[in-house]
C-alpha cells in the first residue's frame, strides 16, 4: 500500500523536499509564457521588447528561460510595462 494515499501533489512534493523548487519553476514557465504570449499577439519581438525595456536580448532571453527562476521582480515589471500591461502577485495559503 502507499504512503501517498489520500495526500495530494503538494504533499509528495514536500515530502520529497523538492516542493520550493518545482513551484519555482512551474510559475516562471506561466510568467514565461504569458510573456512570449503577450509578444506574438502584439507582434513585438525579443530585439524591439528589449529595447523598451532599455535592457539587452541577453537580459530578456533569461527571463524568457523558463527554467531560470532568479528574475528580479523590476525586471518582470519593465517587460510588462513595455507590454503595456502591469503585475499582480499575490500571497495565498498553503
Same mark, same amino acid.
Given at each position: ?38 509578444? =506574438? ?12 525595456? =532599455? ?40
Amino acid at each position: 500500500m502507499t504512503r501517498y494515499i489520500g495526500s495530494d501533489f503538494d504533499d509528495f512534493l514536500r515530502e520529497e523536499g523538492i516542493y520550493e523548487e518545482v513551484n519555482s519553476v512551474a510559475m516562471k514557465r506561466v510568467l514565461a509564457r504569458q510573456l512570449r504570449e503577450i509578444m =506574438h499577439e502584439q507582434r513585438v519581438t525579443k530585439a524591439e521588447l528589449a529595447r523598451r525595456m =532599455h535592457t539587452s536580448r541577453a537580459q530578456l532571453d533569461r527571463l524568457l528561460d523558463e527554467e531560470k527562476t532568479g528574475v528580479k521582480l523590476e525586471t518582470v515589471t519593465k517587460a510588462a510595462l513595455a507590454l503595456g500591461k502591469r503585475v499582480r502577485l499575490e500571497l495565498t495559503p498553503l
